[in-house]
């Protein structure tokens, strides 16, 4: 029963897509122009719009982690995919969110800060290499690619440090959301 509270609170949490709230209050609507995760809010409100939209993404992951740490300290895997699938398919917006980077990274800085230090490093080297090499023949935006690559090396470090589970969950979550994302065509202007 404390499971199914911890997945319903985590995936509400992920519900509060910071990007949608953050360009609603400005009086615009992400939705119709890009994700509203991080990366669409630098495109659509620039920078420092960016880091409050991205930290308020992480403080989601960082408050169902620690939800799920005092109420099921063993399944801390079932916050983390509910609040990046909430992130991604949230209740509150049309089940139109972001991509999930930014709720994983959070639940993974309380359940296994190792791990996630490991996997972000290697992706932030491998994003100015990629945009320098293969970006322009892949079209693919850098971050993720960087993701796609970083991900197995963040297996390899959650054997070592702890995670596993987290990520695993986070991760499948995040391949559904890039799946559909690539499956349904998008409207110019309507980046799902």
């Excluded at 719009?49 to 740490?69: E, N, P, S």
């Excluded at 197995?152 to 990520?167: H, M, Q, T």
Aim: glycine content about 12%; hydrophobic content about 55%.
């Amino acid at each position: 029963m404390l499971a199914l509270l911890v997945a319903v609170l985590s995936y509400l949490l992920g519900s509060l897509v910071t990007g949608v709230l953050y360009s609603r209050a400005r009086g615009a609507d992400i939705l119709g122009r890009d994700l509203p995760g991080g990366s669409g809010t630098y495109r659509q409100f620039g920078r420092n719009a960016a880091i409050l939209v991205t930290a308020g993404d992480i403080l989601k992951g960082v408050l169902a982690a620690l939800l799920a740490r005092a109420l099921i300290p063993e399944q801390t895997w079932i916050a983390t995919l509910a609040v990046v699938l909430g992130h991604c398919y949230p209740l509150f917006f049309r089940f139109r969110g972001g991509g999930g980077i930014a709720p994983l990274m959070g639940a993974l800085l309380v359940v296994a800060p190792l791990t996630l230090l490991g996997t972000l490093a290697l992706g932030l080297a491998l994003i100015p290499l990629y945009r320098a090499t293969l970006q322009s023949r892949l079209n693919l935006n850098a971050v993720p690619f960087a993701t796609a690559v970083a991900v197995p090396l963040g297996v390899l470090l959650s054997l070592r440090y702890g995670g596993l589970a987290d990520l695993l969950a986070g991760s499948a979550a995040m391949a559904v959301r890039a799946a559909h994302l690539l499956a349904v065509p998008v409207a110019q202007g309507d980046k799902r």
